[in-house]
Each structure stands twice: as structure tokens, then as C-alpha cells.
């Protein structure tokens, strides 16, 4: 246990020493996360915005996984980055699987923040195991003049396994190890590195991954190997 637990330590406090000296997102990103699910369950999807530039909406277009569909009404915005935000369109289009999203401000101004999770919706899982892509068909942010450029977008897999999702598994991989803490860690230094599974790594549901989830996942790992050091 004593081994263990200062190995952990040392990732945790080299990775979060690293952490305080990286720098800021220099980009306009969109970002899918991966999610894992079992058949025919709900999945929630998360979608992030890492923006350099003030955005003022979000508009996309998303074709859903063969299988799946969208759960009607069930968009949402994150209220960490909410501001004064509201979702004006959330519809499939006609004769597709494509969902429509759309977000604008009551009073116009730009999204609060700058990386995190802005939106997200829940999506009725297909009935086969396997890995399902999400990738736009159509991405603007609105500037508050003209067009943001979008510099970077990371699609998101959708990953149906008998098992569904583990809490902490940070990469979708179906267990959780001292990777999982790397990768949460990362993630939080604003180190895109696919696969992602956001709401694996967000322990306590906040829609914020920081090193309270960290302490969770470490906190896991001991357990589960709590038995072999007895």
C-alpha cells in the first residue's frame, strides 16, 4: 500500500507541478468527449469549447451513430458557462439523424470562460456493442464582428460495451489505473489527448474536471488494490 500510494503521489505532484506552469489554450477548439455506455442505455455527451477569441453562439449539426437517436428536450448548457446563454434550437433534421444545435445569448454577449465544457445532450444508445464516431457535418462560432475561425476539431467516440461506463476510467479502456490519474491530469493541464471519456473522469458530476477528481481516482485505485496489500 505504502509503495503504491507514493508512487501515486509522485505522478499526482510532478504532473500538478507541470500543471501550474503550462500555458493558457492559444486556439478556437471544439470538442466532442468520448463517452461509454451499454446497449440501448442513455449516453451523455459532452461538447466543449477551448476559445481564444470571445465567441457569441454555437451552431452544429450532428450526425448520430447508426442506432442511436437523440432523447427529444434533453440539450443542456453547462451552468459553469451558462452566463446568459440559452439553447434556441435542439431538433433533429427532417429525413436525417443529424442533431441541430443552437445557442445564442439574451443580451449578446460572449460565452463566459474559456475552455470547459459549454453543452452537451442525451443520446439513446445503439442496441450493438462497438465504437460509434460523433463528427460535426457543420461548425460555427459566431464572433462578435465576423466568423471565429475554428482552428481544431476532436471528434468523439461513443463506446457500448456490456460493461458500460467505470467511474474513473479517464480512457475509456474498462478499468481504472494510475494511466486514468495521468490522463485526468492532463487533461486539466489542457492536454488534448483522445480518448477522453469526460464523464468517467468527473467524479462527483460537477461538468468540471479538476484535482478533487484526481484525489477520486487515486482513491479508487487504492481500494481496488487494497486486497492484494493486506
Known sequence: MKKITKSLFIVVFGLSTITMQSQ????????????VGKPDSTVVI???????????????????????SYVPGF?????LRKGNYFIYKQSILPGTNTLRLISLSVAGGHIPGNNGVFAGF?????????????????LVFC????????????????????????????NCDGVVNVVDVIKTIQYIMGIIEKP???????LNSDILVNMEDVVGTINIILDLNSGFLK
Open 24 to 35: 493558457t489554450y492559444g486556439e478556437n477548439i471544439f470538442i466532442i468527449h468520448d463517452a
Open 46 to 68: 459532452y461538447l466543449e469549447i477551448v476559445n481564444k477569441d470571445d465567441v457569441y453562439c454555437l451552431i452544429t449539426d450532428l450526425p448520430l451513430p447508426v442506432g442511436s
Open 75 to 79: 440539450a443542456w448548457l453547462n451552468p
Open 122 to 138: 442525451n443520446l439513446n444508445a445503439p442496441t450493438e456493442t462497438g465504437e460509434y464516431l460523433i463528427s460535426p457535418d457543420s
Open 143 to 170: 464572433g462578435g464582428i465576423s466568423q471565429v475561425v475554428v482552428s481544431e476539431i476532436f471528434d468523439g467516440i461513443v463506446y457500448i460495451t456490456p460493461e458500460g461506463s467505470v467511474s474513473g476510467d479517464a
Open 196 to 202: 477522453f471519456c469526460f464523464a468517467n473522469a468527473d
